[in-house]
C-alpha cells in the first residue's frame, strides 16, 4: 500500500514537466529503480546479442554446440522481460504515490473552494479524480524513458566497444549528426511537435464550441449551417494540420533515419571487414562472433530514443493536465478560529460579494447586525444571497467588500455549527455519525444530543451506509441538528433545515431548531414561514 | 430537404429521410445495423486512396524493418564464411549492401509515409463525422440534446469522436505488420519448413494470445478503473456538497482521509492494469527472442548465412506482431465510444420554417395573455417561479407543455420545433456566442444580413462604438464563448444578434441586466424604435422598470 503522506509537493512557482518532475523525486527511490531498470534492460539486451552471436559461430559444428549460446540468449531474453515488468512496477508505484498525495491536496482544495464559490463542483471532480489519474503515464512511460534515453545509448556504445572499437565508434558517429539534426531542427521539431498537438485540439475544439453553443444554434435555427461550416472548417483545419504534421514527423522520421542508418553502416563495416575489402586497414581484428554481436545491438542504441518518443503523448497529457492541476495543489488552506462559549455578536458592515466567474454581484453593501443570542431568519427569493450570508458569517468567504466580524474579529471557520440539507454521512452507526462534530465527548452526551434533535435512542446504533441509506430525509436533517447540539457552538447557522420535508418532520424539525437557538446566536435561511416565524427577527433579502 | 441532411451518402440519407419523426433516441444501448458502421466505411471508400497509400507505405515500412536487419546479418555471415574460406574474391558486396542501404531508406519512407497519409485519411474523414455527429445532436429531442451539450456527455463525445481518429489512423500500421509477417516467413521457409512452421505458430501466439491477454486485461481492470473512478467521484460530490459543514466542524483532514481511502482504490486498480501490461510486455518480449533462437537451433542443417538470415527475420516479424497486438488494449474503450456515438449518427433537420405574423396565446399563473402581432407583453413574478422557463418552452429549447402556449391557433406542442422556433428571435438571460468572429455571431441570425444591417442592429444594442473600435472590425474574435467581451458586452451582442432575425416576436430575458443607466436608456429607446419599425412584437421578461415600460400588457406568473 503506497503511503498517503510522504510526499511534499513542490512550490508553486515550477511549471509543467518541472512541477511533475519536483513530485516525482520526493516520491521516494521508485522513480529511480524504475530508470535503472530501463538501463538494465539494455544489460541484457547485450546479453542476447552476445549468446545469438556465440550460437552463430558453433552452429557449424552442430546444433548441439550452439545450444549454450541459445540459452545464453534466450535467459537474457527472459530477464529483459522481467525487467521491463519491475520497472513497470516500480513505475506505476511511483506514480500511485504521487497521484494519491496530489489528490488529496486537490480534493482539499476543491472543498475549500467549493465552501467560498459553490458553482463549480462538475470541474472540481473532474481534476480530482481524471485530471489526477492523466498524471499516470508521465511517470510510468515518459520519465523512465527519459532517463533511459541519456543512459542506455551510453552503456550500449561501450559494450560494442568492446567486442569492436570501430564499430561502436560508428554508431556514436551517427549520434553526432543526429543530435545536431536534433538540436538544429530539435527547437523546430519540439515546437511543430506543440502545434501538431495545438492543431489536433483546436480541431476537436471547434466541434466542442458548437455544442456548447448548441441552444443558440437551435433558436436562430442555424443547426444545419453550423454542421456544413462545421465540416468545412474541419477540412480546412485538417489540411493546415496536415502541413504542420509532414514537418513534426519529419523529427520522428530522423530518429528512424539515423537508427537504419547507424545498422546498415555497421553491417557495411563488418561485411568488409570480414572480407577484407576494406579500402583500409583496420585497427581491429574483425571476426564473425563479434561482427554478429555488434550487428544485434546496433539496433539497440537508438531503441530507448524511439520508446522515448511514443512517450510523447502521454508527457503532453500529463504536462497540460499538470497546470490545471497544480495551483490547485498549491493552494493555502484557510485558518481556524476557536470558538467562545459565550453566543456572539455578528455584524455585517456594508458587505459586497461578487463571484469571480460572473458580472453579477450577489451581496451589495449589506449590513445586519445580529445581537449576541439572537434569532435571525434570512428570508428573499432564491438566488438573493442567503446562502451567502451564512458562509460568510462562518468564514468560508471573505467578501471583497466590507467586513463580517465575530464580537469584532474577522470571521474564520470554525467554533461555528451548521446545518445544512444534506449532511456528512458516513459507514458507520448513527452515533458515529453524529460524533463527527465533535470526537472528546462521552457516549452520554451523544445521546443527549440525538434525543433533542428528536432521533430515538434506540436508533443510536443503526447501521448508516455510505450513501447515507437507512436514513430519511427527515433524519437526515436531525443528524445535521444533533451535531450542533453535540459541538455544543455558540453560533449556529442553518441553511434550508426544513426544505423538502413532509408536514410532520418539518414540524418535529422546527420543535428541535427553536430548542437549538436558544442561548445561541443563529442565523437561519428559510423559504419556511413556520420555521421565519420562530426568529427574533426576520430580515428580507432582495433578488 | 436532402441540402440538409448532410448525408451525401445515399443510403444514409435513404434511412435519414424514412426515420419517423418525432424520434425518441434509445437513451443507452443500439442494436442493429450500425449506422455509424455505414458511415465509416463510406469516410474509408472517399478516404481510400490515402488509406491505400498510408497502407502501401506501412508495408515498405514492414518489409524493409525486417529485411534491413535479416540482409545485414546475412551479408555479415556470408562475409565471414568467404573470408574464412578465402574465397573474397568471388562474393557478391555490391547487391547485398545496396539492399541494406534501400531496406534502411524503404524502412525510413515508408513509415513517415504511413503516419502521414494515415493521419490525412483520419483528419479529413473526421471533419464529415464531426459534421453528421452535429447534425445528429442537433436534431435529437431538445431535452436529449441540451443536456448533452450542457453537461459532461459534450466532453465524452468529443472524446468518443477522438477515439475513432485514432482508430483511423492505426489501421494502415496492420498492413505493415502483415507485410513484415509475410516477408519473415518466406525468408525463414529458406532455411526449412520447420522454421516456417516454427515462426508461424509463434507469430499467431503473439498476435492471437497477444490480443487476447490485452484484451481481457482492459476488459477486467478497465471495468474496475471506471467502477472505482465512479465511487471516488460520488464520495467527493457528497463531500463537496457538505462543505460548509466539513469546515464548521473542522473535518477537513477527515473528508481528505476519507477521500483517500477511495482514491486508493482507483490507484490500486490501475496499478493492476499496470503490473498485468507489464507481464504482456515480458511475455512478449520473451517469445521474440525465444523464437529466433528457436529458428536459429532448427536451421543447423543450413548454409550460416540463411540461417541468421531466419532468425533475424523472425525476430523482426515477432516484435512487430507483439506490438500490434497490443493495441488490442484500447478496444473495449473504443467500443464503448462507438455504441455512446451511434445513437447520434443519422438525423437530419427540417428545413427552417417561414413564419407569418400570428395570434400568439400564452397561459401562466392562472390567467391568459392574447396577443395580436405587433403587441408587447411583459412576463413577470419573482425569481425561481419559471419565466425563463417558459420562455425556453416557447422557442422550444425545452418540452412545450400542453395547453400553455398557442400560436395562430395552434397548439405548440403540435408544432415541430422548426415552425415553433420560427416565430421567435431570442436572447436568452446567459448569452450563448460562438467562438469566432462578431460577423460569424451575427450571421447566425440571419445568414443573408448585409454589413449594414449587422451595424443597424450593433447600433440598436448599443454596441456599435465597441466593434468599431476594434481594428477588426466586425471580423474581431469574440474568443471562446465571447471571452473577449465583458458580461455585459456579450449580453449586447446576443441581442443584437435577436435582432437580426425576422421573427414576428422578439423574445428578450433580461436584456438590459448589467448595463448602467445612460446604455439602458439608450437601448431602450432604440428598442422602442426598431419595434415600430419592423411591427414586431416583444415577449420581455426583466425585473428592471425601464424596459418594462416598453410593454403594454403584462403575465403575471405567480
Not at chain 1, 451535531?483 to 453560533?491: E, P, T, V
Not at chain 2, 445515399?10 to 424514412?18: C, I, P, Q, S, W
Request: aromatic share 4%.
Amino acid at each position: 500500500m503506497p503511503s498517503t503522506t510522504s510526499i511534499d509537493l513542490p512550490p508553486p512557482a515550477l511549471r509543467g514537466r518541472a512541477w511533475l518532475a519536483a513530485v516525482g523525486r520526493s516520491s521516494s527511490p521508485r522513480g529511480r529503480s524504475a530508470a535503472a531498470s530501463t538501463v538494465l534492460d539494455s544489460l541484457a539486451a547485450i546479453g542476447f546479442a552476445a549468446g545469438l552471436a556465440l550460437a552463430i559461430g558453433r552452429l557449424p559444428l552442430g546444433w548441439q554446440a550452439a545450444v549454450p549460446g541459445a540459452l545464453l540468449a534466450v535467459a537474457s531474453v527472459c530477464a529483459r522481460g522481467l525487467l521491463a515488468r519491475t520497472a513497470i512496477g516500480a513505475a506505476s508505484r511511483q506514480a500511485a504515490e504521487v497521484k494519491q498525495a496530489v489528490r488529496r491536496r486537490v480534493f482539499a482544495a476543491a472543498l475549500a473552494r467549493e465552501g467560498r464559490e459553490p458553482s463549480s463542483l462538475g470541474s472540481a471532480l473532474s481534476v480530482a479524480v481524471d485530471a489526477v489519474e492523466a498524471l499516470d503515464g508521465w511517470y510510468v512511460r515518459y520519465a523512465p524513458a527519459r532517463t533511459a534515453a541519456v543512459a542506455s545509448p551510453l552503456v550500449v556504445v561501450v559494450a560494442m566497444a568492446l567486442a569492436s572499437p570501430v564499430c561502436a565508434l560508428i554508431v556514436a558517429a551517427t549520434f553526432v549528426p543526429f543530435v545536431i539534426a536534433m538540436a538544429l531542427a530539435g527547437g523546430a521539431a519540439a515546437h511543430e511537435a506543440r502545434r501538431q498537438f495545438e492543431s489536433m485540439a483546436r480541431l476537436s475544439g471547434r466541434f466542442a464550441d458548437r455544442l456548447r453553443a448548441l441552444p443558440a444554434i437551435l433558436a436562430f435555427d442555424g443547426a444545419a449551417r453550423a454542421g456544413e461550416e462545421l465540416q468545412i472548417v474541419s477540412e480546412e483545419l485538417a489540411e493546415r494540420t496536415l502541413k504542420v504534421l509532414r514537418i513534426a514527423f519529419v523529427s520522428s522520421a530522423a530518429l528512424e533515419f539515423f537508427a537504419a542508418l547507424s545498422v546498415a553502416l555497421v553491417a557495411v563495416y563488418c561485411g568488409f571487414g570480414l572480407l577484407g575489402l576494406l579500402p583500409f586497414r583496420p585497427p581491429e581484428r574483425l571476426d564473425l562472433v563479434r561482427a554478429v554481436f555488434v550487428l544485434v545491438l546496433a539496433p539497440e542504441a537508438y531503441l530507448p530514443m524511439r520508446r522515448l518518443a511514443q512517450a510523447y503523448h502521454e508527457r503532453e497529457t500529463a504536462e497540460a493536465v499538470a497546470e490545471v492541476v497544480r495551483p490547485l495543489a498549491d493552494e493555502p488552506s484557510a485558518p481556524g478560529r476557536a470558538g467562545s462559549a459565550e453566543p456572539p455578536a455578528v455584524r455585517f458592515d456594508g458587505v459586497s460579494l461578487a463571484y469571480s466567474d460572473s458580472d453579477a454581484s450577489v451581496l451589495d453593501g449589506f449590513d445586519l447586525d445580529v445581537r449576541p443570542g439572537e434569532f435571525v431568519a434570512l428570508v428573499g427569493p432564491s438566488g438573493s444571497g442567503k446562502t451567502t450570508v451564512l458562509r460568510l458569517a462562518l468564514g468560508l468567504i471573505q467578501p471583497s467588500g466590507g467586513r463580517v466580524t465575530l464580537d469584532g474579529r474577522d470571521a474564520a471557520p470554525g467554533g461555528a455549527a451548521w446545518v445544512g440539507q444534506s449532511p456528512v454521512v458516513t459507514p458507520g452507526s448513527l452515533a458515529e455519525n453524529i460524533r463527527l462534530a465533535r470526537t472528546d465527548v462521552s457516549d452520554a452526551e451523544v445521546a443527549r444530543a440525538a434525543a433533542l434533535a428528536g432521533l430515538p435512542a434506540d436508533s443510536l446504533d443503526r447501521p448508516v451506509d455510505e450513501r447515507g441509506g437507512g436514513l430519511s430525509g427527515g433524519e437526515r436533517r436531525r443528524l445535521a441538528l444533533a451535531r450542533a447540539f453535540l459541538a455544543n457552538a455558540s453560533l449556529v447557522l442553518l441553511d434550508e433545515p426544513t426544505a423538502d420535508l413532509d408536514a410532520a418532520s418539518e414540524a418535529e424539525a422546527i420543535q428541535a431548531i427553536a430548542g437549538l437557538a436558544r442561548g445561541r446566536t443563529t442565523l437561519v435561511a428559510t423559504h419556511n414561514a413556520a420555521l421565519a416565524a420562530m426568529a427574533d427577527r426576520i430580515v428580507r433579502l432582495a433578488a | 430537404m436532402n441540402a440538409l441532411t448532410l448525408t451525401d451518402e445515399a443510403r444514409l440519407r435513404a434511412r435519414a429521410v424514412d426515420a419517423p419523426r418525432p424520434r425518441a433516441r434509445p437513451p443507452t444501448r443500439w442494436t442493429g445495423v450500425s449506422r455509424l458502421d455505414g458511415l465509416l466505411r463510406a469516410q474509408r471508400r472517399a478516404q481510400g486512396g490515402a488509406l491505400a497509400l498510408a497502407a502501401a507505405a506501412g508495408a515498405l515500412a514492414g518489409i524493409g524493418g525486417v529485411g534491413l536487419l535479416a540482409i545485414s546479418g546475412w551479408f555479415i555471415a556470408a562475409a565471414g564464411m568467404a573470408g574464412l574460406a578465402g574465397a573474397t574474391l568471388g562474393f557478391n558486396y555490391l547487391l547485398p549492401s545496396a539492399a541494406i542501404r534501400a531496406a534502411a531508406v524503404l524502412r525510413t519512407v515508408g513509415r513517415y509515409g504511413e503516419r502521414l497519409e494515415g493521419h490525412a485519411a483520419a483528419l479529413r474523414a473526421l471533419g464529415r463525422i464531426r459534421s453528421v455527429l452535429f447534425i445528429g445532436v442537433a436534431s435529437a429531442p431538445a431535452s436529449q440534446a441540451l443536456q448533452l451539450s450542457a453537461g459532461e456527455g459534450c466532453a465524452r463525445l468529443i472524446d468518443d469522436v477522438d477515439a475513432l481518429q485514432t482508430q483511423f489512423v492505426r489501421r494502415p500500421a496492420r498492413w505493415g505488420v502483415a507485410a513484415a509477417l509475410a516477408a519473415s516467413l518466406a525468408i525463414a521457409s529458406l532455411a526449412g519448413w520447420r522454421c516456417a512452421l516454427v515462426l508461424a505458430g509463434l507469430a499467431a501466439l503473439q498476435i492471437f494470445g497477444g490480443r487476447f491477454a490485452a484484451l481481457s486485461l482492459a476488459l477486467r481492470w478497465g471495468e474496475q478503473i471506471q467502477s472505482a473512478s465512479g465511487r471516488l467521484k460520488d464520495a467527493c460530490a457528497a463531500l463537496l456538497a457538505a462543505a460548509p459543514e466539513i469546515a464548521a466542524y473542522g473535518l477537513q483532514e477527515w473528508a481528505a482521509g476519507k477521500v483517500s481511502d477511495d482514491s486508493r482504490a482507483l490507484i490500486e486498480a490501475r496499478r493492476g492494469m499496470r503490473r498485468a501490461e507489464g507481464w504482456l510486455a515480458c511475455a512478449s518480449t520473451a517469445i521474440s527472442g525465444a523464437g529466433a533462437a528457436v529458428v536459429l537451433l532448427l536451421a543447423h542443417g543450413v548454409p550460416l548465412p540463411v540461417a541468421f538470415l531466419a532468425a533475424l527475420a523472425a525476430l523482426g516479424a515477432l516484435e512487430a506482431c507483439a506490438a500490434a497486438a497490443r493495441e488490442a488494449q484500447d478496444e473495449p474503450a473504443y467500443r464503448a465510444a462507438r455504441e455512446r456515438l451511434e445513437p447520434w449518427i443519422g438525423g437530419s433537420l427540417l428545413p427552417p420554417d417561414t413564419p407569418k405574423a400570428a395570434t400568439l396565446s400564452l397561459a401562466g399563473g392562472g390567467s391568459r395573455a392574447c396577443l395580436e402581432p405587433g403587441d408587447r407583453l411583459a412576463i413577470t413574478g419573482r425569481s425561481g417561479c419559471g419565466k425563463t422557463s417558459l420562455l425556453e418552452r416557447l422557442v422550444k429549447l425545452r418540452d412545450a407543455t400542453p395547453g400553455e402556449a398557442e400560436i395562430g391557433g395552434v397548439d405548440l406542442t403540435r408544432l415541430e420545433a422548426v415552425q415553433g422556433r420560427a416565430n421567435f428571435a431570442y436572447a436568452p438571460q446567459s448569452p450563448t456566442l460562438l467562438a469566432g468572429t462578431v460577423r460569424e455571431n451575427l450571421r447566425l441570425a440571419d445568414p443573408a444580413a448585409s454589413d449594414a444591417q449587422m451595424w443597424s442592429a450593433l447600433a440598436d444594442a448599443a454596441l456599435d462604438a465597441r466593434i468599431a473600435a476594434d481594428p477588426a472590425g466586425l471580423d474581431a474574435e469574440i474568443g471562446e464563448a465571447g471571452s473577449r467581451l465583458s458580461g455585459g458586452e456579450r449580453k449586447r451582442l446576443s441581442l443584437a444578434r435577436a435582432y437580426l432575425r425576422s421573427a414576428p416576436w422578439l423574445v428578450l430575458d433580461e436584456p438590459t441586466e448589467g448595463l448602467d443607466q445612460a446604455t439602458e436608456a439608450l437601448v431602450v429607446a432604440r428598442l422602442d424604435h426598431r419595434l415600430r419599425n419592423t411591427g414586431q412584437g416583444l415577449l420581455l421578461v426583466s425585473h428592471r422598470p425601464a424596459p418594462r415600460m416598453l410593454c403594454r400588457w403584462a403575465l403575471a406568473l405567480d
